[in-house]
C-alpha cells in the first residue's frame, strides 16, 4: 500500500491558494487553447480534403500535371480509357465514367477581403452518381445542357455566401443557382457544379480536365492501373479518388502544424516559467509544514511526489480548461486557399479523441516541468532548519 | 516633499524587487520571451506584406477577369501598347516545373526575353549576359538567390519536369541577376515565353499563343486607374476579357487570399500578452500578500495609501520594463536568425520602429495591469487587519 501524501491534500493545497492557482492556470490554458486549436484546424482540413472522394473511385489527370486544374485529357485519350477493364457499368452496359471540366473562377469575398478562387466543375449524370455522398439539400439540380448550376454548402454559408437564384456571370454567360448540395463536410462542399459540355462551350475548350470513373469494387483498381501502364500512349497519372484529395491537403496542414507547433513551444515556455513561480512559492510559504511532515517520518520522496503531483494537477486544471474553450471553437468555419490547388477551401476545426488525449498528457507535462525543480528545492530541506523557519 | 516621496518608492520598490530573486529572474525572463514572440509574430505579418508595399505603381498587371488560371491571347499584347499612354508591354506565363521535387520549389516564368527586363529595371544583369540569353532559346536567367542556394553557376543545365506544360525541359543558365537593392525577389528562374510556346504548339496546340499576364509600364503612374480601366474596356464582351489592376494590388490579392492564417498570427501574438499577463500578475499577488504586513506597517507609520499602491506599482513596472527590454533586445538577433532559417519564405525581414513601440508599449501595460488587483487590496485593507494578517 502507499504510504505516500494522499491526493486531497496536494488538492487542498491548491485550493488554498486560489488566486494564484487561478493566473497559472488560465495563463497554461491559454497555450493549451492554442496548441488545440492549431491540431483542430490542421485535422479539420484533413478530415475535410481527406474525406473528399471514394475509394471505389478513380481520378485521371494527365501525366505530372498535379492538380484537376492544370490538367487536360484529349477526347481520344477519354475514349481510349473508357475501353480498359475493372470498370464498372451500368444498366445499359456503359461504363461508368464522368468526363469533367475543372476551372478556377474569381468570386468576391464578402467580407471585402479580396476574391477567392472558386473551383467550377463541369459534371454529368454520372459523375453525380459517382458522388452519392453530395445530396441536394434546397432546390434541384441542373438541368443537362443549360446555364444552371448547384453549389456546395461551404459556398452557400460563409464568406461567399450564394444563394438560390443567385446569377454568377463567367466564360461570357450569366449561370443561375438552382440548388444547393451538401457533401458531408468534404472538400465538394467547396465547389460549384454545373454541365460538363456547356462548360466545355462556355470557355471555348477542346478538352477536358480530368476524368473520374467507377471500379467495379474497390479491389480491382490493380487491374484497371495495370491496363493502363499497358497504353504508354495515354500519358496520364491515376490516383484513387480519397487518396487524390487527401493528398492535396498535405501542404497546408503541415503549414500549419509547422507553424502553430513552434508558437506552442515558444508559449509554453512562458507557461511553464508561470507554473515555476507558483510552485516555488508553494514550496517557500510551507516550509514549516514540510518539516513537520518529514519529522512525522514522511520520506523526501514522499514530498518529491507531493509537490510534483499538485504541479500535475495545476496542468490538468489548464488542460481541461484550454480543452472547454478550444472546443467552443468547432462552431468556427474557416474559408481559406488552398496553397497547392491555389483554390478556396472551406473547413470546420474538429476535436477528436487523440487531440484530447495530446492536448491533456501536454498540459500535464508542462505542469511537470514546472514542478520538478521546486519539489527538489522541497525534499532537500533539513528537518531541523525547516522546523525553525518563520 | 513629493520628490522625497518619489525617491523612497523608487528605492524601496528596488529592494523589494529582488527580495525574492529567483522569482523576480523567472518573471522577466517569461516577460522576455512573451515579447520576443510577440515581436517575431508581428514580424512575420510585416514582412508578408512588404513584398507588395515595395512593387512600382507605374507598372499594371492585366490578367484574365475569369481567374488567373486562365490564359489570354498574346495578341492582347499589341492591342494594348497601342494605347495611348501605355509606355511598354511584356508578358509572362507561370511555368510551374518541378526541379527534383516540390521541395525544391522556385518561382518560375516564360517571359518575352526582348522586353521583360527593360520593365524591370530593378534586376540588374550585365549586358553580355542578356544577349547570350537572347541568343540561346533555351537558355535562362536565374535569380542570385536561386543560384546560390542550388549551386548553380552560368553554363549548367537545369531539368525541369513540366506540370502545366507536359514534358521534361531543360534549360541552360545564360546570366545571373541581382536586385537593385536588397528587396527585389532574387529568387525568379526566368526563360523564353517563344521556346515554350513552339514546343507546345506540336503538343497541345490550345494552349499555344496564350499569355498569363501582360506587364504594362505606363507613362504617368497617376492615371493608374483611369488606365486601368482603359485596358479592360478593350476587351469588354470579348471572348478574354481582362482585368487590370496595378502591381501592388494584385499582389494584395495573393495575400488576402492567406489572410486567415495572417489573421490567425495576428491573434496568436496578442494571445502571447494575456498569457503573460496572468503570469506576471501572479508574481505580484504573490509578493503582495507576503508583505500584507509591511504595507500595514508602513501605512501605520503614516505613509499614504497611494504610497503602497504607488510601491508595488513601481515593483511591477520595474520588473516589466526589464523583461521588455530585454525581450526587444533578443528581438534582432532573433529575428536575424528566424530570416536565415527561412530564407525563401520573405524577401525582407525587418523589426519596425513601429513593433518595438509595440513591445514596449506591451511591456508596460503587462506591468500596469499585473499591479492593479494587489494595488486596489492593498488600499482596502485595515492596518489592524493587515498586522494580524498570516502569509
Avoid: C
Amino acid at each position: 500500500m502507499s504510504t505516500g501524501l494522499s491526493l486531497s491534500y496536494v488538492a487542498r493545497n491548491l485550493i488554498a491558494r486560489k488566486l494564484t492557482t487561478i493566473l497559472t492556470a488560465s495563463g497554461m490554458a491559454l497555450v493549451v487553447f492554442v496548441f488545440a486549436t492549431v491540431l483542430m484546424m490542421a485535422e479539420g482540413l484533413r478530415q475535410t480534403l481527406g474525406g473528399t472522394g471514394l475509394p471505389s473511385n478513380v481520378v485521371i489527370i494527365r501525366q505530372g500535371s498535379q492538380t484537376e486544374v492544370q490538367s487536360t485529357l484529349s477526347r481520344e485519350q477519354a475514349n481510349l480509357i473508357a475501353t480498359l477493364p475493372g470498370l464498372a457499368s451500368d444498366a445499359a452496359g456503359q461504363a461508368r465514367l464522368s468526363r469533367e471540366v475543372l476551372v478556377l473562377v474569381n468570386l468576391p469575398r464578402k467580407d471585402g477581403s479580396g476574391m477567392a478562387n472558386v473551383v467550377v466543375r463541369g459534371t454529368t449524370p454520372v459523375g453525380l452518381q459517382l458522388r452519392p455522398q453530395a445530396k441536394l439539400v434546397a432546390g434541384r439540380l441542373f438541368r443537362p445542357g443549360s446555364s444552371e448550376i448547384v453549389v456546395g454548402s461551404g459556398m452557400a454559408r460563409g464568406k461567399i455566401g450564394l444563394a438560390l437564384g443567385d446569377t454568377l456571370s463567367f466564360g461570357l454567360r450569366a449561370w443561375t443557382v438552382v440548388g444547393i448540395f451538401d457533401a458531408g463536410h468534404s472538400g465538394f462542399d467547396s465547389e460549384i457544379w454545373g454541365d460538363s459540355g456547356q462548360m466545355l462551350q462556355a470557355f471555348r475548350r477542346g478538352a477536358y480536365s480530368s476524368m473520374v470513373v467507377g471500379l467495379r469494387d474497390t479491389a480491382s483498381y490493380g487491374r484497371f492501373a495495370e491496363a493502363l501502364a499497358q497504353q504508354p500512349s495515354l500519358k496520364v497519372d491515376i490516383k484513387r479518388e480519397n487518396r487524390f484529395y487527401a493528398d492535396q491537403s498535405e501542404k497546408l496542414a503541415d503549414f500549419i502544424s509547422i507553424l502553430g507547433k513552434t508558437i506552442t513551444v515558444i508559449f509554453s515556455i512562458g507557461a511553464i516559467i508561470g507554473a515555476m513561480i507558483t510552485m516555488y512559492a508553494s514550496v517557500a510559504n510551507r516550509t514549516r509544514e514540510i518539516g513537520t511532515l518529514r519529522a512525522l517520518g514522511f520520506r523526501r520522496g514522499n514530498i518529491v511526489m507531493a509537490f510534483l503531483k499538485e504541479a500535475m494537477l495545476l496542468g490538468l486544471v489548464a488542460g481541461v480548461i484550454g480543452l472547454l474553450l478550444a472546443s467552443l471553437t468547432q462552431m468556427v468555419e474557416i474559408s481559406t486557399t488552398n496553397v497547392q490547388t491555389f483554390s478556396e477551401v472551406v473547413f470546420g476545426l474538429v476535436l477528436t479523441p487523440d487531440i484530447v488525449l495530446d492536448v491533456l498528457l501536454f498540459s500535464i507535462l508542462m505542469g511537470v516541468l514546472g514542478g520538478v525543480l521546486p519539489a527538489l528545492r522541497a525534499s532537500r530541506l533539513e528537518i531541523v532548519d525547516a522546523l525553525r523557519s518563520s | 516633499m513629493m520628490t522625497r516621496q518619489l525617491g523612497y518608492v523608487v528605492r524601496l520598490a528596488r529592494k523589494n524587487m529582488w527580495r525574492h530573486r529567483l522569482r523576480t529572474l523567472l518573471t522577466i525572463a517569461g516577460i522576455a520571451v512573451a515579447i520576443v514572440s510577440f515581436g517575431l509574430l508581428r514580424t512575420v505579418v510585416d514582412s508578408w506584406y512588404a513584398g507588395a508595399e515595395l512593387s512600382s505603381s507605374g507598372r499594371l498587371i492585366t490578367r484574365s477577369e475569369a481567374s488567373l488560371s486562365f490564359s489570354l491571347p498574346v495578341t492582347h499584347g499589341e492591342r494594348i501598347r497601342r494605347l495611348p499612354g501605355v509606355e511598354g508591354v511584356t508578358w509572362a506565363n507561370w511555368f510551374g516545373g518541378i526541379y527534383i521535387d516540390e521541395k525544391h520549389f522556385f518561382p518560375q516564368f516564360a517571359v518575352d526575353a526582348a522586353s521583360y527586363f527593360k520593365l524591370y529595371p530593378e534586376f540588374r544583369l550585365p549586358p553580355e549576359q542578356l544577349a547570350a540569353f537572347l541568343r540561346d532559346r533555351r537558355g535562362a536567367i536565374v535569380g542570385r538567390k536561386t543560384a546560390a542556394k542550388n549551386g548553380w553557376k552560368i553554363g549548367d543545365q537545369v531539368p525541369l519536369k513540366g506540370t502545366i506544360y507536359p514534358g521534361s525541359w531543360s534549360f541552360t543558365i545564360r546570366g545571373i541577376y541581382t536586385g537593385a537593392d536588397d528587396k527585389v525577389d532574387e529568387s525568379q528562374f526566368l526563360l523564353h515565353w517563344s521556346y515554350i510556346n513552339e514546343a507546345i504548339k506540336a503538343v497541345l496546340p490550345s494552349m499555344a499563343d496564350r499569355v498569363g499576364v501582360f506587364v504594362v509600364n505606363i507613362q504617368q503612374p497617376g492615371q493608374a486607374a483611369a488606365m486601368s480601366a482603359g485596358i479592360d474596356s478593350l476587351f469588354r464582351n470579348s471572348l478574354a476579357e481582362t482585368r487590370t489592376e496595378t502591381q501592388k494590388a494584385f499582389q494584395l490579392g495573393f495575400i488576402a487570399m492567406v489572410d486567415t492564417i495572417l489573421v490567425a498570427i495576428q491573434t496568436v501574438a496578442y494571445v502571447v500578452i494575456l498569457i503573460i499577463m496572468a503570469v506576471m500578475a501572479n508574481t505580484m499577488a504573490m509578493a503582495a500578500r507576503e508583505r500584507m504586513r509591511e504595507y500595514a506597517t508602513l501605512k501605520a507609520l503614516g505613509f499614504s495609501d497611494r504610497f503602497v499602491a504607488a510601491l508595488i506599482l513601481g515593483e511591477s513596472l520595474s520588473i516589466a520594463l526589464a523583461g521588455g527590454l530585454l525581450g526587444i533586445a533578443l528581438s534582432f538577433p532573433l529575428a536575424e536568425g528566424f530570416f536565415r532559417a527561412t530564407r525563401d519564405l520573405f524577401l525582407v525581414f525587418e523589426i519596425t520602429p513601429s513593433t518595438i513601440a509595440q513591445q514596449l508599449i506591451s511591456a508596460l501595460l503587462i506591468g500596469a495591469v499585473a499591479a492593479l488587483a494587489p494595488a486596489w487590496n492593498s488600499r482596502r485593507i485595515a492596518i489592524v487587519d493587515g498586522l494580524r494578517a498570516v502569509t
